[in-house]
């Protein structure tokens, strides 16, 4: 996109079953300083580009379509620098009222239970976005030293006789018992 070009940034509350009933496409940026809780995760973003489409499926159930594209830089788990992280997620949501119409749906469909009014688009977002996040990311090239991945040879544990047997006590008391 140009410098000088306008961004087309996604809304962050809508109608979603209205959306549906007017076909609407989304395509465009989201404000990512509104990304908290990817912040909090200490994830930065440098970019969220979205495309979702909200329409009826081939049985009539209200779906939203598309996918979520992602610029991000995470820690890594090894050298604690951050390292960039792209995603490319596909978004199938079908829209339901309550937790029972969600267990009925097809396995290819995530649910959004959404009512009438205005959802948290941004929400579900980044839901899918710190899904996509790898446990324990780390970079794909070495990025400290060999040497510093060890920490020395493992001890090897002998057994010393001379050392105090915790159940010697135990034989002593029960050997007092026996008559």
């Known amino acids: 996109m140009s410098e000088g070009s306008s961004r087309n940034i996604i809304p962050q509350h809508i109608e979603p079953r209205k959306f549906i009933a007017q076909s609407v496409d989304l395509n465009g940026e989201m404000a990512i300083e509104k990304l908290t809780r990817l912040q909090e995760a200490r994830v930065e973003t440098h970019g969220m580009h979205v495309e979702l489409s909200f ?7 209200r779906t939203v379509i598309g996918f979520i594209q992602s610029e991000l830089s995470i820690i890594c788990q090894r050298c604690l620098k951050p390292m960039p992280f792209e995603t490319r997620i596909e978004v199938n949501w079908a829209i339901v009222w309550d937790e029972d119409q969600a267990k009925q749906l097809p396995g290819r469909l995530d649910p959004w239970i959404a009512g009438e009014d205005a959802e948290d688009l941004y929400a579900m977002i980044e839901e899918e976005v710190l899904l996509a996040l790898p446990t ?26 001379s050392k105090s047997n915790p159940f010697q006590a135990l034989e002593a008391l ?3 018992t026996k008559h």
């Open 55 to 61: 329409v009826y499926d081939e049985e009539r159930r």
């Open 174 to 176: 029960k050997g007092k």
């Open 136 to 161: 324990a990311p780390l970079h794909e090239t070495q990025c400290i030293e060999r040497s510093l991945m060890t920490s020395g040879e493992a001890p090897v544990e002998t057994l010393d006789e």
